[in-house]
């Protein structure tokens, strides 16, 4: 249930995105900066995602997925909660 509450989070920040606004655009522009420490945190948890994968395909442990998203929730809603990502 709380990763849920993390996905609905996440789409209620998109639902604020213009709709004129070309997504792809904004992340290739470089303009990105990273200014708080819950910014940080998620950057590095999001980053993080590809070693999960892999570790999960050598160690057959699925179990490291449902951890990391259970993680990630936990630090997307303290990023949430702190920082203003849309007005």
Known sequence: V????????????????PQNIDMEDVLNENNIS???DNERELA??????HDILER???EFHIH??????????????????K???ME
């Open 2 to 17: 709380y990763n849920l509450y993390a996905l609905t989070r996440v789409f209620s920040i998109f639902k604020k995105i």
């Open 56 to 58: 999960v395909g050598k």
């Open 64 to 81: 490291f997925i449902c951890d990391y998203l259970y993680k990630l929730s936990i630090t997307f809603h303290n990023f949430y909660t």
């Open 34 to 36: 990273i200014t708080d």
């Open 44 to 49: 590095i948890q999001i980053i993080q995602f």
């Open 83 to 85: 920082c203003r990502c």
